[in-house]
């Protein structure tokens, strides 16, 4: 399994609209394949999300594409950002530094 992140930021003043959107299915969903693991809130000067997913290995560029395609749908909402980031763990980084076994 792999993990995708996203990372996101809307205006306060707007929060109620993101909420809306995921609430109403106003956004299309992750193929089924694609597991949200949690998605955590953080009051900022933004409110900022992290949303995390779990991807099989063999299926991460189709996941990256179905969750991109999800957050664009949040587009129509002034100031939304968003940012989509594979993530590696440890033991898969190593090798990247030339440490750990490849």
Same mark, same amino acid.
């Given at each position: 399994?792999?993990?995708?992140?996203?990372?996101?930021?809307?205006?306060?003043?707007?929060?109620?609209?993101?909420?809306?959107?995921?609430?109403?299915?106003?956004?299309?969903?992750?193929?089924?394949? *694609?597991?949200?693991?949690?998605? $955590?809130?953080?009051?900022?000067?933004?409110?900022?999300? /992290? #949303?995390? @997913?779990? *991807?099989?290995?063999?299926?991460? $560029?189709?996941?990256?594409?179905?969750?991109?395609?999800? /957050? #664009?749908? @949040?587009?129509?909402?002034?100031?939304?950002?968003?940012?989509?980031?594979?993530?590696?763990?440890?033991?898969? #980084?190593?090798?990247?530094?030339?440490?750990?076994?490849?």
């Amino acid at each position: 399994m792999t993990f995708i992140m996203v990372t996101s930021k809307v205006p306060p003043h707007k929060a109620e609209g993101v909420g809306q959107a995921f609430l109403g299915k106003k956004v299309p969903d992750v193929a089924d394949f *694609v597991k949200r693991v949690n998605i $955590w809130v953080v009051a900022d000067y933004d409110t900022k999300m /992290y #949303a995390l @997913y779990e *991807v099989p290995a063999d299926k991460l $560029w189709e996941g990256y594409l179905s969750i991109a395609t999800r /957050y #664009a749908g @949040y587009r129509i909402i002034e100031g939304f950002k968003y940012k989509i980031e594979p993530l590696a763990t440890v033991q898969e #980084a190593l090798p990247m530094i030339g440490l750990g076994k490849k």
